[in-house]
């Protein structure tokens, strides 16, 4: 799966930014999707999945309650809306895709995906 991610920008504390990933080359629906964020110095960090098949969603303790994934397998895309967004969600922020086979506690790491996007800088900055 080949995947874009776009979106990314400046944006005030409190605010909110929405991200979306394109995807190509095979239908998303039978994929784990994901999103991760690296901030500089730091490793990378999971924020929120998507399971294949509509088996539900997944997010990062430090993102529930303000972040939502979402994914349209007719357009092939997949999207973060990031909702009261702090200067500490300041990241690259990366779109993943793992095959269904990968068992579930994976899913929270890196490991459990095996396509990604080039990345979009959010900066939380007033």
């Known amino acids: 799966v080949q995947l874009q991610a776009s979106g990314g920008g400046l944006v005030q504390p409190g605010g909110s930014l929405r991200l979306s990933c394109v995807a190509s080359?095979?239908?998303?629906?039978?994929?784990?999707m994901g999103w991760f964020r690296q901030a500089p110095g730091k490793e990378r960090e999971f924020v929120g999945g998507?399971?294949?098949?509509?088996?539900?969603?997944y997010y990062g303790d430090s993102v529930k309650g303000r972040f939502a994934v979402s994914r349209d397998s007719a357009k092939s895309t997949f999207d973060l809306q990031m909702n009261s967004l702090k200067p500490e969600d300041t990241a690259v922020y990366y779109c993943?895709?793992?095959?269904?086979?990968?068992?579930?506690?994976?899913?929270?790491?890196?490991?459990?995906?095996?396509?990604w996007g080039q990345g979009t800088l959010v900066t939380v900055s007033s």
């Open positions: 080359g095979r239908t998303i629906s039978t994929h784990n």
């Open positions: 993943a895709a793992g095959n269904n086979r990968k068992i579930l506690s994976e899913l929270w790491t890196p490991r459990g995906y095996d396509d």
């Open positions: 998507i399971r294949w098949g509509g088996r539900g969603t």
